[in-house]
T-cell receptor
Framework: EAQVTQNPRYLITVTGKKLTVTCSQN?????MSWYRQDPGLGLRQIYY???????DKGDVPEGYKVSRKEKRNFPLILESPSPNQTSLYFC????????????????FGPGTRLTVL | AQSVAQPEDQVNVAEGNPLTVKCTYS??????LFWYVQYPNRGLQFLLK??????LVKGSYGFEAEFNKSQTSFHLKKPSALVSDSALYFC????????????FGTGTRLQVFP
């Protein structure tokens, strides 16, 4: 089954304690990204990756890091979490073609609800 | 910059009635538009998309959307609402031709009453 998995699904932590949220896809997709969802703001992109070892900032990258050492994995790292990073996080993947095709779609993981105290 | 707007925070409809969730867009070039749905405690699920072709796009769960270039709108519709359609709906636009990045609207909560 084609899917994007994220772990953990729920996480409560304290300010300053480093954490990693993992993301993995089994569709051989080149493009992967992280979004955060906040009430009244919709989803905003944090970081994205066009391929292995190629990452770039999205719209709200401050306080986050990512890496793309393997095509299937795209972990999100919070080196020193703060309360304003309390949010619902989604990982997504897609084929990454330049011209969108009718078959293209972006697949989302189930989400990680993070609370930073 | 590409953007989408969802003017309604919440839409209420009685079961069996038709529903419409509104979305307008602002893009440079051809718009690539999407609708996603989020059920409680679930991730986003793809409903439908407009890339090119027919203005009426049919998607999952009986939903459809009408692309209107003159009104820059991409409203989501369903002829007969179900209670199980109650969820959070997001309109999105692809941020240009050479990227898979999506720009999302703020979401519209659909509540279908029995």
């Amino acid at each position: 089954e084609a899917q994007v998995t994220q772990n953990p699904r729920y996480l409560i932590t304290v300010t300053g304690k480093k954490l990693t949220v993992t993301c993995s896809q089994n569709m051989n997709h080149e493009y992967m990204s992280w979004y955060r969802q906040d009430p009244g703001l919709g989803l905003r992109q944090i970081y994205y990756s066009m391929n292995v070892e190629v990452t770039d900032k999205g719209d709200v990258p401050e306080g986050y890091k990512v890496s793309r050492k393997e095509k299937r994995n795209f972990p999100l790292i919070l080196e020193s979490p703060s309360p304003n990073q309390t949010s619902l996080y989604f990982c997504a993947s897609s084929s990454g073609t330049a011209d969108p095709q009718p078959s293209d779609t972006q697949y989302f993981g189930p989400g990680t609800r993070l609370t930073v105290l | 910059a590409q953007s989408v707007a969802q003017p309604e925070d919440q839409v209420n409809v009685a079961e069996g009635n038709p529903l419409t969730v509104k979305c307008t867009y602002s893009v440079s070039g051809n718009p690539y538009l999407f609708w996603y749905v989020q059920y409680p405690n679930r991730g986003l699920q793809f409903l439908l998309k407009y890339i090119t072709g027919d203005n009426l796009v049919k998607g999952s769960y009986g939903f459809e959307a009408e692309f209107n270039k003159s009104q820059t709108s991409f409203h989501l519709k369903k002829p007969s609402a179900l209670v199980s359609d109650s969820a959070l709906y997001f309109c999105a636009v692809r941020d240009g031709r050479n990227t898979d990045k999506l720009i999302f609207g703020t979401g519209t909560r659909l509540q279908v009453f029995p």
